[in-house]
């Protein structure tokens, strides 16, 4: 397969930015599209850095040499900062980090501030075993770069280099050959993937009508502000072989619930939510806002059965119940498409539950779930 040209590589990634298809760039190049994805699979979807010219805050080369000369007349700092229209500063500085045995030459200035600004540099996790080890042991328990990140700030507020960005994880584990971290990690990403990707649209699902459905507008206020506790949002997530698996998010402080279904019939959605719902405490069961999916064509019998209303979004309004749906993302990590989730007993997703409510989150300033919950089950005993 013919090399691509550094010229042609600028031309694929300018193009992806522009927002073609993979298949419109492989056309426009006279390449196939297979040898494109290839390219942007060794880069783990991550653009190459564009080498920049030098810009005008920089030294150039002659700077350089001027100042070389001024020093060799003994001109102090002031004045050849005067000359060349610089801060004193920057040419203090520039002496002070490229000088050679007390004495400053151009040439030699000029290869060691190139050598600096070489990219990329070596990454932090690489030349880190410390850092590096808490990372790994923080993936394998399928915490998010951003979380672990986070954790690290509060856990060691004094030990700089044990910080680390979550972009600079995720390059880790999408860059090949930067040995930073084991390549297999990026199995416990919530999406899976050993690539960065454009973001895409999903085709909505139309769902079927539900009779005496109560409208999210009519929904109490206090739902909305997150304020009060007890509010929950739920859903099913798919498998194959029609199999499915109930989900419940608690809005105020992001507890996760799971429950089995034999199949997600309504009679079986309604037995199952009962039992799972009627588990907590009077206080923390107020309402549940859900999609408008026929698995709760039997909604008016379950809230007869505990007294809990239920509350249908509008159609293709997912954000309505954005915990819920941010949350079905996470237990993709337990739970993957196209698999089989009639498998999973109930004491199994209980677990998986409780591995979820342990991780840390930012919209809770990095509590975990199941301590802010248990905050709130003590302040409502």
Known sequence: ????????????????????????????????PSAVRQLIKRSGGVPPL??????????SVFEREEISRALLMGSSIRSIARELNRSPSTISREIRRNAFAGEYHTL??????????????????AITPALRTVVEAKLEERW??????????IHYPDAGEMRVSHETIYMSLFVQGRGALRRELHRNLRTHRALRRRQGSQPFEGQGHIPNMVRITQRPAEVEDRAIPGHWEGDL???RNKSAIGTLVERSTRYVMLF?????????????????????????????TWDQGSEMAQHQRFTIDSGIQIYFCDPKSPWQRGSNENTNGLLRQYLPKGTDLSVHSEEELDAIAKELNARPRQTLNWMTPSDKFFEVVAMTG
């Open 260 to 288: 089995a279904l034999e199949k997600p019939t309504a009679e079986n959605v309604r037995r199952e939510l009962t039992t799972k719902i009627m588990t907590l405490p009077e206080q923390l069961r107020k309402s549940i």
């Open 108 to 125: 030699r200035a000029e290869k060691s501030a190139a050598l600096r600004a070489r990219r990329p540099k070596p990454a932090k996790l």
């Open 144 to 153: 998010s770069p951003q979380q672990i990140s986070a954790w690290l700030r």
């Open 237 to 239: 997530i798919m498998g």
């Open 1 to 32: 397969m013919r090399r691509f040209a550094p010229e042609e590589i600028a031309e694929v990634w300018q193009r992806l930015r522009d927002g073609q298809s993979v298949r419109s760039v492989a056309i426009g190049l006279g390449r196939y």
């Open 50 to 59: 564009v080498v920049k010219s030098r810009g005008p805050r920089f030294l």
